[in-house]
């Protein structure tokens, strides 16, 4: 079995093909938790938890030269989890967060396969903590959707970058026998660039969604989304902003109610106060259009210490306040959903990225 192992990766080195990962495990504590069977608090939790910060990946990726300017791509990537070894924030499959194949010329990227999805690129870019598992744009995603993150049967096209600007779309098929709206979806962005100055806006449709073998999850549910961001760069302290609307059908998972209709607004700090101490802080407010009882609000404060290149250590702080129907948590892994109130958490841990 080792010499099995050893030898592919002789030959994928030769062959331009790179294997990657990180690893995150973490400590996570909140002074509430959700009891799903009464949505009422069951009391406080502390436990170890996978991706306390960044999602535990492993994938491979590589690439090819063609002559003429051209590339053939390819990224294969797993979701796992450090506490059981299992799958973790992918669509449960084995390579469930991406699996594609490309083409890059001059003329800008075509990718097919299992890919992001314009729309979860730009609120990646517009968020002030990159999308951290706890606190983040991606904690208040996962309320709504998980539709538009690890999106199948997709292909996308990525212009290059002229005068500043950047358009990507990618339509996904649904891949239903006899039914060619089911799973369809379109999603679009247009980011532009200049200076320390970035503006972007994306949709994301797949409201034409209508089979039930489908649409069995939050990663494949009817859905709509719409955002715009923008940042801004002075020196080491990079300041972001954005609005987000979701709307999408209800789902009750676990006794809990998530998705509707949401607007989303953000704003935060991503500061080096050192080359190897980051710190990063946002806001994210969320209401329903249609009943002001329901809303939330979420404030998070993160900082990571670099020990080298590869290895990083890393502490959180959050609350999140919730009123009426919203049941918004704190960490994507541990503490998806809350519980009305405020809840308070922080967690600490380790990143190791090879």
């Known amino acids: 079995m080792v010499g099995t192992l050893l030898f592919p990766a002789a030959a994928w080195a030769q062959g331009s093909v790179t294997l990657y990962g990180t690893l995150d495990m973490g400590f996570l504590y909140t002074n509430k938790s959700l009891d799903v069977a009464t949505g009422q608090n069951s009391g406080k939790q502390a436990e170890l938890i996978s991706s306390a910060m960044e999602p535990s990946v492993f994938g491979m990726q590589g690439q090819e030269d063609l002559g003429g300017g051209m590339k053939a791509k390819f990224k294969l990537e797993s979701g796992i989890s450090l506490a059981n070894g299992g799958f973790d924030n992918s669509n449960e499959n084995l390579f469930g967060r991406q699996a594609w194949v490309s083409l890059w010329s001059n003329y800008g990227e075509v990718k097919a396969g299992v890919q992001y999805s314009p729309f979860i690129l730009a609120l990646f870019d517009s968020d002030p903590?990159?999308?951290?598992?706890?606190?983040?744009?991606i904690t208040v995603y996962a309320n709504n959707?998980?539709?538009?993150?690890?999106n199948s049967n997709a292909i996308s096209y990525t212009s290059p970058k002229i005068a500043g600007l950047?358009?990507?779309a990618m339509y996904v098929l649904g891949g239903v026998a006899g039914d060619f709206h089911a799973g369809r979806q379109y999603s679009a962005s247009?980011?532009?660039?200049?200076?320390?100055?970035?503006?972007n806006a994306a949709?994301?449709?797949e409201s034409n969604s209508n089979d039930a073998a489908v649409n069995g999850s939050f990663f494949t549910q009817p859905f709509e989304g719409r955002?715009?961001?923008?940042a801004y760069r002075f020196a080491t302290v990079n300041v972001k902003a954005s609005f987000t609307n979701y709307k999408g059908p209800q789902m009750v998972v676990d006794g809990v109610t998530s998705g509707g209709d949401s607007n989303v607004w953000n704003i935060g700090f991503d500061y080096f106060a050192l080359p190897?101490?980051?710190?990063?802080?946002?806001?994210?407010i969320v209401r329903d259009p249609h009943d002001s009882n329901n809303h939330s609000m979420t404030w998070a404060l993160g900082t990571t210490y670099f020990l080298s290149k590869t290895t990083s250590l890393y502490a959180q702080i959050g609350v999140v306040n919730n009123h009426g129907a919203d049941v918004y948590g704190l960490d994507r892994d541990g503490a998806q959903e809350?519980?009305?109130?405020?809840?308070?958490?922080?967690s600490l841990g380790i990143v190791h990225k090879f």
């Open 227 to 230: 955002t715009v961001g923008v």
């Open 338 to 346: 809350g519980v009305k109130g405020t809840t308070m958490g922080a």
């Open 276 to 284: 190897e101490l980051d710190i990063n802080s946002g806001v994210w």
């Open 145 to 150: 959707t998980f539709s538009g993150t690890f």
């Open 129 to 137: 903590r990159s999308m951290a598992q706890f606190g983040s744009a």
């Open 190 to 199: 247009l980011k532009y660039e200049y200076g320390g100055l970035m503006v």
């Open 166 to 168: 950047t358009a990507s």
């Open 203 to 205: 949709v994301d449709d």
